[in-house]
């Protein structure tokens, strides 16, 4: 069975510094990975995805992951962070079968000061 | 507009008061979904449904129902209310291709149940 870890449920930083997110996964299949958003009051959002191409993944506004099978990490990292980054983000694993259901993480909440 | 549109966005009830918070798509997803979003818990799947007529239970089925009998809309039942089932709720959809798609949230119905 897939699941998803997300390490830290809140991370604070700095305008301008470095924002990594971590996420580890177990699957017993090639997983699908994502990142998603969540805006306060909101739905949602498709950050970016891993579908088994390429191990770096680049996804909406700045923000990428890196799909490392030997650590079963897929990490979001921005290399800046801007007051309009600060959300709740969510890891999710799909097991690629006929159903594509999604397994969603804890979620890790993103404080950005000034 | 392709959106996943939710109603109400608020509701206040009852224990015991059947209820129902309506999903609907207009996007010609065969797949979708609800999940219930709770703090420190992240998104659990409630139920899904792979097309018209197609319904499965998710995580956390108990206390719920659904319905499609039309591929747009996927309602979703609350028969009792009781105060654990107080969250906020969100439905999905997408196509159904093994999980390499992204889902599309709508916008969250938060939940009281008193």
């Known amino acids: 069975a897939q699941s998803v870890t997300q390490l830290g449920s809140h991370v604070s930083v700095s305008e301008g510094a470095l924002v990594l997110l971590r996420c580890n996964y177990s699957?017993?299949?090639?997983?699908?990975l994502f990142w998603y958003v969540q805006y306060p009051n909101q739905g949602l959002q498709l950050l970016l995805k891993y579908t088994s191409a390429a191990t770096l993944v680049k996804g909406i506004n700045g923000f990428e992951a890196e799909f490392k099978k030997s650590e079963t990490s897929f990490h979001l990292t921005k290399p800046s962070a801007h007051m309009s980054d600060a959300a709740e983000y969510f890891c999710?694993?799909?097991?690629?079968?006929?159903?594509?259901?999604?397994?969603f993480g804890k979620g890790t909440k993103l404080s950005v000061k000034p | 507009e392709a959106q996943v549109t939710q109603n109400p966005r608020y509701l206040i009830t009852v224990t015991g008061k059947k209820l129902t918070v309506t999903c609907s798509q207009n996007m010609n997803h065969e797949y979708m979904s609800w999940y219930r979003q709770d703090p420190g818990l992240g998104l659990r799947q409630i139920y899904y449904s792979m097309n018209v007529e197609v319904t499965d239970k998710g995580d956390v089925p108990e206390g719920y129902k659904v319905s499609r009998k039309e591929k747009r809309n996927f309602p979703l039942i609350l028969e009792s209310p009781s105060p654990n089932q107080t969250s906020l709720y969100f439905c999905?959809?997408?196509?159904?291709?093994?999980?390499?798609?992204?889902?599309?949230f709508g916008p969250g119905t938060r939940l009281t149940v008193t």
């Open positions: 999905a959809s997408s196509t159904p291709t093994g999980g390499l798609d992204e889902q599309y």
């Open positions: 699957s017993s299949v090639p997983p699908y």
């Open positions: 999710a694993v799909s097991d690629g079968g006929s159903q594509g259901n999604l397994i």
